[in-house]
């Protein structure tokens, strides 16, 4: 025969309040790490358009996986090999003052290993003498290589609505 739990009236109230704070605890702490990880997942946004702005394609095409697909802004065709990324890639990061500009992120951890990133980014370069601006949409797909996040599938593309002085992109970053 068993021994029954007797728990007294007073005892209850600590052992709730007990419970919830060990729950609390828990939810931080997975919450800490999910805020750590969105982080990265921004950083390795910000990690891409520095490489951009370095004006070396090399540094560009070694962030993506050796079989990332990347349907490029300024291009039609679809780049699923290392060699149409990095032609692609000399011919953008070969933009005169070519710099790029977060306007609004989404990041998401799908699991350890896997990671998107959705938003709008604004592109500015220099052609013909004049500066121009390509706002554009923007998402990444990542997975985790050696402690790293690896681009698997980019697609960018200029928005399809034109953006003016009265309907500024917004200027934010969200999770």
Known sequence: MKTPIIIQKRTLPVLLVASA??????????????????????????????AVASHT???VAALYDSNAVLLPTLRNAVHDTPEERLDYFKMFTGMPKIKGTVNEQHPRL??????MNGGIYT???????????????????????????KIVEHHSS???????????VASSQSN
């Open 21 to 50: 704070l060990m729950a609390s605890a828990a939810v931080a702490a997975v919450s800490g790490k999910n805020a750590k990880d969105s982080a990265s997942v921004e950083q390795a946004l910000q990690t891409w358009l520095a």
């Open 57 to 59: 394609p090399e540094k």
């Open 110 to 115: 799908l699991n350890e290993d896997t990671a």
């Open 123 to 149: 592109f500015t370069f220099e052609q013909d003498g004049k500066m121009v601006t390509v706002p554009a949409r923007f998402s990444f797909t990542y997975k985790k290589e050696n402690g790293a996040w």
């Open 158 to 168: 200029r928005l399809p609505e034109p953006v003016n002085a009265n309907q500024q």
